[in-house]
Each structure stands twice: as structure tokens, then as C-alpha cells.
């Protein structure tokens, strides 16, 4: 439908869609397209950091997630995975990376051995914290090109775009329940 003007990869396909099959609305692509290639971009740029501290975005999420657990620097595994958005079986393989390397300790409850604590140690307090730091200044860095309005302007946009991801999510799910219901 809509033939984008802007000069870039992103508008380039549209382009092409728009020669190749001027019916389809592929307006969608002038947000998502966009998106994608930020995080791809992002993503390289933010690992190539993690890596050179010696770990990993995974790891990096749970060490975080830990030390933002103060004072106890420490969480339940149910805890941890709901925060970084994992399953539990998931956590367990980052779980068991991190204490190999004696950054987490991993203990049962004197109760209830049902429930696994993880918890931060020095080392992984002081990694993290290294990490941090320069993983914040390099987010900085790379929204440099935009000024202080803009970046507040893309990150409510930004939090409107989930929530309309989200909703979106909950129809396919009821959906989804509905098919299997009939």
C-alpha cells in the first residue's frame, strides 16, 4: 500500500514490496523492520561487551538480577525466572554455568527443600558490578544520535508498542482456546 520515502534498508523493501506486490500493506515493516534491526544490531554490539568481561547476555541477566536483589543478593529460582523471562528448566543451565564459575551459590531452604535459593557471591558482585558500568556507558553510547526529548518520546512509544504486542498475544491465546474448545 504505502511506499516508504526514507532512505534506508527498511525503506528499500518496502520499496520492493510496494513494485512486487503494490496490494500488500507492508506499512507494519516501517516500525518492525526498523525494530529488528536495531536489536540485531544492539545485540552484537551489547555481546561483544558481555564476552569481553567472560560471560554472556544470560548470565549477565541473572548476576543483575541478583544484585538488584539487595541486601540479600539473593532470589528463588521461581524468583529469577519470572524476572528474566526463562523458563525454570533454562534458569537451571545459567544457574549451573554461574556456579561453576563461583559466581552464584545455589542453596535449598532449611524448611522447605522444595525451594532453591541463588545467591550472589563476591566475585559475581564484583563482575557484575564491572559489567554494569560498562554496560550502561555503552547504552549510552549508542543512543547517542538522539537527543534527550527523542529518547523520552521512543520509550513511551516504546512501552505503548508492548502493551499492543501484549494484547495482542491475549487475543491469539483466546483464540487459541477457543479452536481447542470447539
Known amino acids: ?3 516508504s520515502n526514507r532512505a534506508d534498508g527498511v525503506g528499500e523493501i518496502i520499496r520492493q514490496w510496494a ?38 547476555e544470560a548470565g549477565f541477566d541473572v548476576l543483575a538480577c541478583l544484585r538488584r536483589a539487595e541486601p540479600t543478593f539473593r532470589r528463588t529460582a521461581g524468583e529469577l525466572a519470572k524476572q528474566t523471562l526463562i523458563t525454570t528448566g533454562g534458569l537451571t543451565m545459567r544457574v549451573n554455568r554461574l556456579e561453576d564459575a563461583g559466581l ?3 542453596e535449598r531452604d532449611d524448611i ?31 543512543q547517542g544520535g538522539l537527543g534527550g526529548g527523542q529518547r ?21 491465546s483466546a483464540k487459541s482456546l477457543g479452536a481447542e474448545s470447539a
Do not use: K, W
Open 1 to 3: 500500500m504505502a511506499e
Open 19 to 56: 513494485r512486487t506486490r503494490p496490494e500488500l500493506d507492508v506499512s507494519a515493516l516501517e516500525i518492525f523492520g526498523r525494530l529488528h534491526r536495531s536489536f540485531l544490531l544492539y545485540r552484537s554490539q551489547i555481546n561483544e561487551l558481555f564476552e569481553s568481561f567472560g560471560t554472556n
Open 104 to 106: 552464584v551459590l545455589r
Open 112 to 142: 522447605d527443600s522444595r525451594v532453591v535459593y541463588v545467591t550472589l557471591t563476591e566475585a559475581g558482585r564484583e563482575l557484575v558490578d564491572a559489567v554494569s558500568d560498562a554496560h550502561f556507558a555503552e547504552l549510552a553510547r549508542m
Open 152 to 172: 523520552e518520546q521512543l520509550a513511551d512509544l516504546l512501552m505503548v508498542l508492548e502493551g499492543s504486542l501484549q494484547a495482542a498475544a491475549s487475543e491469539n
